[in-house]
């Protein structure tokens, strides 16, 4: 991911601008575009590359294009509007998103809002077992492992991977919902 | 109990999940929460529902168990200093009052990953084919025809039609096969050998599967080790321990 070709600045063809470059390294992700990647591919600084995509999303906007800019899992990316969502299902019905079961949100939730968290954590917070819905989140590849906890058994550490990000449209883990009391490391408990 | 356990639970995440809509359901703060009536009901719902599996069964069950310890001990006079009961945790409900509150902020947390969730789920991206392009995809590596010419020689060799002749009785067990593996890898120790290199050339199928038995077996016991990067793709074989 960083840096797909990274090193190699091959220049703009005359007449066309900066713009036009980042456009097409837009359309041509099929990851989140990096604005540092970018920069980097087009010799120019990373503020340029974030100036440039906002001026294109305002664009887009403005021009009532049936895509949008948007920023999600540490990059941006080019997607339909969400207004259009039921016109590109009626095409391509079997692009219908999944949605994650009651359970596996829970799961996710404690592991994106305490960044990182072992089974037993998890387990704890929701007082049920977890086994085989962690396995089938890191099969999904929405979650993976983090090396093991220094505690007795060494726990695998398990956190929210890119694909979380881009399953729920987040920007970053700092972009989560707020939550109203806290499931932080604190037990979360308000003492009244 | 009079049933065995026959729970209709699906619609709850688990015990917590339940108690606290038992607790909506009877509009009380959780910190007050009246666990000799939330207890009954809890176990009414264990009683009144269907089939459930164990495993299931066994966490709604262990509440219902916390849920009678916390009413028993409420009963209880307040013994001063009881052992293993610190001091000001003299509330029996104080931990499951804990666990239900962090629970409910964590169902809000859900809900409102859920909301993003579909929010996203409106919105769709370009995705480029992953399998027709990038560096590491192995089956489209651009080759030279020669090597394609190569390819399908090896592959013609390999399966080459056996010529009528009388067929002997195969000689070989899967303990033979074992023998053979081992000795193979113990030669060449330290390094990784193709499996297709631990059948004769010219092995009918019978053979090979026997080989490939005996390196399961192998496996099993431990005594070697084998690789398989994707699927259909080459098997090398280590050995292992002694």
């Not at chain 1, 881009?166 to 109203?180: I, K, Q, R, V």
């Amino acid at each position: 991911m960083a840096g797909e070709g990274a090193g190699r600045s091959p220049g703009l063809p005359a007449g066309l601008s900066l713009r036009s470059a980042v456009e097409a390294l837009l359309l041509a992700s099929s990851e989140p575009l990096r604005s540092g990647d970018a920069a980097a591919v087009l010799s120019v600084e990373e503020s340029a590359v974030t100036g440039t995509l906002r001026s294109l999303a305002e664009e887009y906007r403005r021009d009532r294009r049936g895509f949008q800019v948007v920023e999600v899992a540490g990059g941006f990316r080019l997607v339909t509007l969400p207004e259009l969502a039921a016109v590109v299902l009626a095409m391509r019905p079997e692009i219908t998103p999944i949605r994650l079961s009651g359970a596996a949100r829970e799961t996710l939730a404690v592991l994106a809002y305490r960044r990182e968290a072992t089974r037993a954590e998890v387990e704890r917070v929701r007082g049920v077992n977890c086994e085989k819905l962690l396995a089938a989140l890191l099969e999904h590849g929405l979650i993976e492992e983090r090396g093991r906890r220094d505690v007795p058994g060494r726990p695998i550490v398990y956190a929210p991977a890119a694909r979380f990000l881009e399953h729920f449209g987040l920007a970053s883990l700092d972009d989560l919902p707020p939550l109203s009391p806290s499931v932080n490391e604190t037990s979360g408990v308000r003492e009244d | 109990m009079p049933h065995p356990y026959r729970v209709r639970l699906e619609a709850f995440e688990g015990p917590l999940d339940l108690l606290l809509q038992l607790i909506k359901e009877h509009r009380v703060d959780i910190h007050a929460i009246p666990v000799a009536r939330i207890a009954w009901e809890y176990l009414d719902h264990l009683a009144g529902a269907d089939q459930l599996d164990l495993e299931d069964a066994a966490e709604f069950l262990l509440m219902a168990s916390t849920l009678m310890e916390i009413k028993a001990r409420m009963l209880l006079p307040v013994a001063p200093a009881a052992p293993g009961v610190e001091v000001g945790e003299a509330d029996p409900r104080r931990d499951l009052i804990e666990r239900l509150l962090e629970y409910r902020s964590l169902r809000r947390a859900a809900e409102a990953l859920g909301v993003r969730e579909a929010e996203a789920g409106r919105r769709f991206s370009r995705p480029l084919a992953p399998e027709f392009y990038g560096p590491e995809t192995g089956v489209m590596e651009p080759l030279p025809v020669t090597d394609l010419a190569a390819a399908m020689a090896a592959l013609l060799r390999r399966n080459r039609p056996e010529q009528p002749r009388t067929i002997p009785r195969e000689g070989f067990s899967i303990g033979e096969k074992m023998r053979l593996i081992a000795r193979t890898l113990r030669r060449r120790t330290g390094e990784r050998v193709l499996f297709w290199t631990l059948v004769r050339t010219g092995s009918g199928r019978r053979e090979i599967i026997v080989t490939f038995l005996a390196l399961l077996e192998l496996l099993r016991l431990g005594w070697a080790d084998a690789r398989q990067e994707r699927c259909f793709g080459r098997i090398l074989v280590g050995r292992r321990g002694r």
